[in-house]
């Protein structure tokens, strides 16, 4: 049974740089896409990026200019970096495993709440 | 880019029947597969619906997908509504350049 599991820092001020964790177990880390997703308080989910084993990437084109997933296939890990946070990045961040054809998220890690404040 | 547009909230109860919608903006709903997910609250989402209207084993029957290409938009059926069916629940789709999910709607089982 595949498993994903996320770490990282979970307090952040503003013009920090978010970095998060997701270890796979149980699968391998090829032939899937591995994806980023985020959902601010009350709100709905949205879509950060996603890369596969060969770190072939693809971003939310509105936060493309701060994003990058790369990965270590391994140890089964990939991984989130945001530059220049701001309190509206401040969410739950989850990571999920990508079936590349169909787009359907199959797998998600348990999630992690990064908040932004001065 | 496109958006999946859904309907805030709906109720019903227990025993009924719900449909919820997700209506593409751009594009053919039909080009891109749907998927659906289920979020109880202080949960991860989980699939509930894969390509448009297959079930992921250990989903219950009582749930189904379907798309409409006529008015450009999926549905998600709950037939005989129980309790635990009360959740959020999140159309997404795709395109070359970016994944989009819907705003997501809540159910509520009165």
């Known amino acids: 049974q595949v498993r994903l599991q996320q770490w990282g820092a979970g307090l952040l001020k503003p013009s920090e740089t978010l970095s998060l964790t997701c270890a796979v177990y149980g699968g391998s880390i090829s032939g899937f896409y591995w994806s980023w997703v985020r959902q601010p308080p009350g709100k709905g989910l949205e879509w950060i990026g996603e890369?596969?084993?060969?770190?072939?990437?693809g971003y939310n084109p509105s936060l493309k200019s701060r994003v990058t997933i790369s990965v270590d296939t391994s140890s089964n890990q990939f991984f989130l970096r945001l530059t220049s946070v701001t309190a509206a990045d401040t969410a739950l961040y989850f990571c999920?495993?990508?079936?590349?054809?169909?787009?359907?998220?199959?797998?998600w890690g348990q999630g992690t709440q990064v908040t932004v404040s001065s | 880019n496109f958006m999946l547009t859904q309907p805030h909230s709906v109720s019903e109860s227990p025993g009924k029947t719900v449909i919820i919608s997700c209506t593409r903006s751009r594009g053919s709903i039909a080009n891109n597969y749907v998927q659906w997910y289920q979020q109880r609250p202080g949960s991860s989402p989980t699939i509930v619906i894969y390509e448009d209207n297959q079930r992921p084993s250990g989903v219950p029957d009582r749930f189904s997908g379907s798309i409409d290409s006529s008015s450009n938009s999926a549905s998600l059926t709950i037939s005989g509504l129980k309790t635990e069916d009360e959740a959020d629940y999140y159309c997404q789709s795709y395109d070359s350049n970016n994944v989009i999910f819907g705003g997501g709607t809540k159910l509520t089982v009165l």
């Open positions: 890369i596969n084993h060969s770190g072939d990437t």
């Open positions: 999920a495993r990508v079936v590349t054809v169909t787009k359907k998220f199959d797998y």
